[in-house]
């Protein structure tokens, strides 16, 4: 059984850094590509960063420069470290590990339940 758990979420002040993480079990960890999105009240869940299998990274340009993603495969474990903080971060942030064929279509799919990211004064 697959099970993907954010935490780390919570209330920060403006200009402030949180790190989050996300556990994986039950899957081949290591050869999956990971990647954190958000979704705000109102918006559609967006990509944040995403990192492949083998450690190549990409960000948004809302959050380049500021947040850092990173895995430990050893770990079975994604992180995002959050710094320089803004009331716009404010979002559900959702962990996704997904597996694509050769052909683009997408195998597996896992998501976390959500963590809450508030960033306020």
């Known amino acids: 059984q697959v099970q993907v758990v954010e935490s780390g979420g919570g209330l920060v002040q403006p200009g402030g850094s949180l790190r989050l993480s996300c556990a994986a079990s039950?899957?081949?960890?290591?050869?999956?590509?990971l990647a954190w999105y958000c979704q705000a009240p109102g918006k559609e869940r967006e990509l944040v960063a995403q990192?492949?299998?083998?450690?190549?990274?990409d960000y948004s340009d809302s959050v380049k420069g500021r947040f850092t993603i990173s895995r430990d495969d050893a770990k079975n474990t994604l992180r995002l470290e959050m710094k320089s903080l803004k009331p716009e971060d404010t979002a559900v942030y959702y962990c996704n590990m997904y597996r694509e064929g050769r052909d683009g279509r997408l195998l597996y799919d896992h998501w976390g339940q959500g963590t809450q990211v508030t960033v306020s004064s």
């Open positions: 990192i492949s299998s083998g450690g190549n990274t």
């Open positions: 039950g899957i081949n960890f290591k050869i999956y590509e």
